[in-house]
């Protein structure tokens, strides 16, 4: 990672600002007591973000000192209905299942109809008549557009994009592992 001025970070595309500070809208697990964010900006469809959650997860197990952040960011001409998901994962969340919805919609690799999306929130014992409404009416995507407006301030434009205590990851995600390690230790 490389160290830059706190107010804006350049990229080979241009400038974008800081990642907004973890907030009471955002999806939260880890330590409760955090010496390092992990924030990740993730579209459920997206099969990267799937391959990337195993390890995330392994790491948030393993690690003390170390929360993760869920922000949408989904990528509806690459992953159809995605924003959908997204939507459903935010109806969850009210319900205190938004990790278990977050595992299970990536888990469906973009598999995301109203009949796939149903079956997800059954499983989740979400109320049908909820669901349905919440789905119909598009309860939550100003929540989700708000997720994807922060994101691309930041200067998201890919998923899975990480940032690590507000610093982008501009390296592989698979070198989660030390960039953690060594921000902990730091910590």
Not at 78 to 100: T, Y
Not at 154 to 175: I, K, M, N, Q, S
Request: proline share 6%; glycine share 6%; net charge neutral.
């Amino acid at each position: 990672m490389v160290r830059m001025d706190a107010m804006t970070r350049a990229t080979s595309t241009g400038t974008f600002n800081d990642v907004p500070a973890v907030g009471e809208r955002d999806h939260v697990t880890g330590s409760s007591s955090p010496r390092v964010t992990l924030v990740e900006y993730g579209d459920f469809g997206c099969p990267y973000c799937l391959q990337a959650s195993r390890p995330v997860k392994s790491l948030l197990d393993r690690l003390d000192g170390l929360r993760l952040v869920w922000r949408h960011f989904p990528v509806p001409e690459l992953h159809p209905r995605a924003e959908l998901a997204a939507e459903l994962s935010e109806l969850a969340g009210l319900h205190g299942k938004f990790w278990d919805a977050h595992s299970l919609l990536l888990t469906q690799r973009g598999r995301f109809t109203r009949d796939d999306l149903l079956s997800v929130a059954a499983r989740l014992e979400l109320d049908p008549a909820e669901t349905h409404a919440a789905l119909r009416e598009r309860r939550f995507r100003e929540r989700v557009l708000a997720d994807i407006d922060d994101g691309r301030r930041a200067g998201v434009h890919v998923t899975p994009t990480f940032f690590v205590d507000g610093e982008r990851l501009d390296r592989p995600w698979r070198e989660l592992p030390q960039i953690l390690r060594a921000s902990l230790a730091k910590a």
